[in-house]
């Protein structure tokens, strides 16, 4: 199993602390619990497991990771690193697919044709690096943390 990683520090709402680090909604109503798992799944949807550590002392925020302003305090993000998974589907008398995989099988980046490869980003069809490079980069799909393999 792998190790935590840092991914990030954030300034989260006071409010958010107790669902967020121990999964206690009872202090939270049914608006503020809903920005919370919507927040989780549009900031990490590929970590299987967070951890949140809290620093320092409460501060007023206007720009906090979700919400509106608020009361908040610097919490340090870690989680499972995500491994994706790069497929070729067809690449055979100038015609090319391929598709980046989450370990559940879900497609989340396809290529179709050769013209993603004109834009510089991959050098060849099997650059893991330059696809790496752009889905964290210009596609925002994968997280700092997460790595593309080939698949199988």
């Not at 409010?15 to 919507?38: F, H, K, M, T």
């Not at 900031?43 to 908040?72: I, K, M």
């Not at 100038?94 to 559940?104: I, K, L, N, Q, Y």
């Amino acid at each position: 199993m792998s190790t935590l990683e840092y991914i990030d520090t954030l300034n989260i709402p006071v409010w958010a602390l107790p669902y967020l680090v121990n999964g206690d909604a009872s202090s939270l109503d049914d608006e503020d619990e809903q920005d919370c798992i919507d927040w989780l799944n549009e900031a990490f949807p590929q970590h299987d497991c967070l951890t949140f550590n809290v620093h320092g002392a409460p501060h007023f925020c206007y720009r906090p990771a979700f919400g509106l302003a608020a009361e908040c305090v610097d919490v340090e993000v870690h989680g499972h690193p995500t491994e994706y998974e790069y497929f070729i589907n067809l690449d055979e008398r100038g015609e090319f697919s391929a598709d980046v995989r989450t370990p559940g099988g879900r497609t989340i980046f396809e290529i179709a044709g050769t013209d993603f490869f004109e834009c510089g980003w991959m050098k060849h069809k099997g650059d893991l690096s330059g696809l790496e490079s752009y889905l964290r980069h210009v596609a925002g799909a994968i997280p700092k943390s997460a790595t593309v393999t080939k698949g199988q």
